[in-house]
Nanobody, 125 residues
Framework: VQLQASGGGLVQAGGSLRLSCAAS????????MTWFRQAPGKEREFVAS????????YYANSVKGRFTITRDNAKNTVYLQMNSLEPEDTAVYYC???????????????????WGQGTQVTVSS
């Protein structure tokens, strides 16, 4: 699977952005799709995940209620709608995919086999 992330940019605090991650391959629905982010000087952190074959979504506490992850299997694309953005959301956002993940590992970046190239999100105060 090849992943291509897009949609990042510069936005003021309180604004919104929608990230997209387009995937190659014919079995997209069989992959758990997850967004991570990494701010300068910090470790990569889990943001949101959409479980394979289901609409079960999981969110980091820091984004719950503000971000929404969805997928369009017909377009092989996963989205991250980000509302009420805060300066603390500034980071490079990465999409990741895996077919064999177990639920307890969904926040562990090391468990993912496929990664997109990242897209920069900058939130100004």
């Amino acid at each position: 699977v090849q992943l291509q992330a897009s949609g990042g940019g510069l936005v003021q605090a309180g604004g919104s952005l929608r990230l997209s991650c387009a995937a190659s391959g014919r079995t997209f629905s069989g992959y758990t799709m997850t967004w991570f982010r990494q701010a300068p000087g910090k470790e990569r952190e889990f943001v949101a995940s959409l479980w394979r074959g289901t609409n079960n979504a999981y969110y980091a506490n820091s984004v719950k209620g503000r971000f929404t992850i969805t997928r369009d299997n017909a377009k092989n694309t996963v989205y991250l709608q980000m509302n009420s953005l805060e300066p603390e959301d500034t980071a490079v956002y990465y999409c990741a995919a895996d077919r064999n993940l177990i639920t307890s590992s969904r926040a562990n970046a090391a468990e993912y086999d496929y990664w997109g190239q990242g897209t920069q999100v900058t939130v100004s105060s």
